[in-house]
DNA sequence: GCGTGATGTTGAA
DNA sequence: TCAACCTCACGCC
């Protein structure tokens, strides 16, 4: 379930749950064994995420005044679990388990479970783009890359250099939602359309940290107002397109297209998002 | 029990 | 462009 608002609904879970208290910090499968051993036992004081990225701050360890970070990276299997204090045996393999007082996190299948310094935790930052989920975010960062680019608009919002957070789902679907033609090349986007779709990622994302899903049907097209059956099929939220390839589009009733980009699925509709290229 | 696929990223060719 | 890595749930024998 991992895009932007996964990692930044996490870190606020994290955040509740072992802020200001010693943490006892293990690794159960062994991978993160030795980090583990080095923060164990402390303070966690700060939990913040960056796009996809978490970072776990731990001060005192490194020297006065710095700071360890644990940076956690889900990539495409990553899980979070958390349960009360005391923790069960860890079961199957559990990378990186924190306890604090009354709860406990297990983490598994990551593809980054690292402790770093400050230095390289600033690198991470300075590789990513600007995150609508954080403050500090300017989208004109991100449109001075688009408005230069002959790449497909679909691959330039998955591009965490450019935007950073948005993955396969809020790309189709925030694509959808502003009738693009997920081809279009960056630099034939508008200004505006691009401020359009920030906006909207803003937005909807920020309404998926709040609910730990995604969720991007109108409300004239969720399944109350329109008399159809709601998705029964994973434990995703309702959506246009994202995995609807065949189906009749919410809105236009033309089947919802699939194809592969980069070695993902991109999903369409090609009614609602026709190709500005007259003929093509 | 086996094969497949998945909301991701990196690094080599 | 492709393989590699991380894990688990699901469908199909």
């Known amino acids: 379930m991992p895009e932007g608002h996964t990692i930044h609904r996490l870190a606020r879970d994290c955040a ?49 005044g710095d700071t360890a970070w644990v940076h956690v990276h889900l990539g495409l299997f990553g899980k979070v679990a958390f349960g009360p204090a005391p923790p069960p045996p860890p079961a199957g393999t559990v990378r990186l388990r924190l306890t604090g007082p009354a709860a406990f996190m297990d983490l598994r299948g990551p593809t980054v479970c690292a402790l770093i310094t400050p230095g390289e935790k600033q690198a991470v930052h300075d590789r990513l783009g600007p995150d609508p989920l954080r403050e500090d975010a300017d989208p004109d960062a991100a449109w ?30 925030v694509l959808f939602r502003h009738g ?18 920030w906006d909207d990622l803003v937005e909807l994302m920020r309404e998926g940290v709040r609910n730990n899903r995604i969720d991007t049907v109108r409300p004239e097209h969720t399944p109350e107002a ?3 059956p709601p998705r029964v ?48």
């Open 16 to 64: 509740e749950r072992f802020l200001h208290a010693p943490v006892r910090v293990s690794s159960p499968q062994g991978k993160f064994a030795d980090g583990a051993a080095l923060i164990d036992g402390t303070e966690m004081t700060s939990a913040e995420a960056h796009g996809k990225h978490l970072f776990l701050g731990f001060p005192g360890f490194l020297g006065p």
């Open 144 to 173: 001075r890359r688009i408005s230069r680019s002959r790449t497909t608009v679909a691959a330039l919002l998955m591009d965490q250099k450019v935007v950073a957070g948005v993955g396969n789902v809020y790309r189709a679907e």
């Open 180 to 197: 693009v033609d997920p081809y279009l090349p960056g630099r034939d986007l508008t200004r505006g359309q691009w401020r359009a779709i």
């Open 226 to 228: 329109m008399g159809r």
């Open 233 to 280: 099929d994973d434990h995703g939220g309702e959506v246009y397109v994202y995995r609807r390839a065949g189906q009749a589009c919410h809105v236009c009733g033309e089947a919802v297209r699939v194809s592969e980009l980069a070695a993902r699925n991109l999903f369409w509709c090609p009614g609602c998002q026709p190709a500005n290229v007259p003929g093509a």
